[in-house]
């Protein structure tokens, strides 16, 4: 079936009327990666003032602190014309104007008149979530992927042994990613089954599912840039 739009306006009046309602960052970019649509929920997601115009600004003009990826964005802008294809990447960046780094997922959708000529690309974005096998083993909602987090039991530098621990990575490998002796990161594991009050990786796991501690995600490990899925 062709597109029954013959130009931007004529889909972006369309587009705009539902994103409008949507609780959930969407927008719009032309074939020249010029933002011409983003909806409350977009605006919030860029940290994108109020008073800024952003219809036929590019990337790298918008004054927030994203706009130093604007190369990795309109990479993913060609790369979803080229495939006539929706392209997905994990974007991570200081998005709501926070002061420390999340990564998103952000699907583009590249939209074609109805000559097939290249109009732009919807755009969104969703909060990684934290799906493993365990999931599907015991039946629950996927959840949210968390930079920040503070635990009553414990220390941000355990927190960073639980994050790689619950992915069955070895005491070896934690040691080798954190720089630290393989004794180091045994004896965190010790104290971290002590303070949890269990004898075994099985049971820790079971533990941390309760306290959702499963979702934490260490921001050490993150950095800035835009990684295609």
Partial sequence: MGSPYRSIDDFLAAFATTMDLLPTPWGFKDAASQHLYMNSAARLYTATPKN???????????????????????????????????????????WYGKNYLTPFISEKYPVFDSRNVFLGCIWNAR??????????????????????LEHPLFTPAELD???????????????????????TIGNRIATLYQKAGVHSLQQFEQYCRAESLENYLP???????VSFI
Avoid: M
């Fill in 127 to 148: 909060p990684v979530e934290s799906i493993t096998a365990l999931t599907f083993i015991h039946p629950q909602k996927s959840s949210v992927l968390n930079t920040q």
């Fill in 219 to 225: 921001e050490k490990l993150l950095s800035k840039g």
């Fill in 52 to 94: 800024y115009s952003l219809e036929g600004k590019k990337d790298n003009e918008f004054p927030t602190p994203w706009s130093d990826c604007a190369d990795e964005f309109c990479e993913h802008d060609e790369k979803a014309r080229t495939l006539k294809a929706c392209v997905a990447v994990i974007e991570t960046h200081y």
């Fill in 161 to 183: 042994v639980i994050f790689l621990l619950l992915r069955r990575f070895s005491a070896k490998e934690i040691a080798r990613i954190y720089n630290l002796s393989v004794k």
